[in-house]
Nanobody, 124 residues
Framework: QVQLVESGGGSVQAGGSLRLSCVGSGFTFSTYSMGWFRQAPGKEREGVAAIASDGRTTYADSVKVRFTISKDNAKDTLYLQMNSLKPEDAAMYYC??????????????????WGQGTQVTVSS
C-alpha cells in the first residue's frame, strides 16, 4: 500500500532553515504529483508547495523565494528546503501524493495519500 513518511521537522529560531523529507513506498513515485501542506492549530490545512511528475513546481505566495520543493525519483523522496523561517511558518507539515496531474496542486482535496506529518516550530 502507499506509504508516505515525513522527517526533518524540529525547532528553529526565526531566520533559520530546515529541510523536510518525505519517503514514499508502495507506488511508482516518479509518476505521482507530490505536495507539501501545513496545518497550524485552529487553522485549515494549506498548500505550501507542489511538484508535478515532470518537475513543474507551484508555491504558495507566502513561501515563494524562501521555500524550495524538489524530489529525487531514484530515492523515492520528496524534499522541502525551508529558509528564512518565520514564526508564522510553524505548523505540522504533511506530504501528499496523487497518481496523476493536478489542476490545482495546492488544493488538499486533490490528493488521496497523506503522511503522518512532521512538526515545525519557529521561535521569534
Amino acid at each position: 500500500q502507499v506509504q508516505l513518511v515525513e522527517s526533518g521537522g524540529g525547532s528553529v529560531q526565526a531566520g533559520g532553515s530546515l529541510r523536510l523529507s518525505c519517503v514514499g513506498s508502495g507506488f511508482t513515485f516518479s509518476t505521482y504529483s507530490m505536495g507539501w501542506f501545513r496545518q497550524a492549530p485552529g487553522k485549515e490545512r494549506e498548500g505550501v508547495a507542489a511538484i508535478a511528475s515532470d518537475g513543474r513546481t507551484t508555491y504558495a505566495d507566502s513561501v515563494k523565494v524562501r521555500f524550495t520543493i524538489s524530489k529525487d525519483n531514484a530515492k523515492d523522496t520528496l524534499y522541502l528546503q525551508m529558509n528564512s523561517l518565520k514564526p508564522e511558518d510553524a505548523a505540522m507539515y504533511y506530504c501528499a501524493a496523487y497518481p496523476g496531474p493536478l489542476a490545482t496542486p495546492l488544493a488538499a482535496w486533490e490528493y488521496n495519500y497523506w503522511g503522518q506529518g512532521t512538526q515545525v516550530t519557529v521561535s521569534s
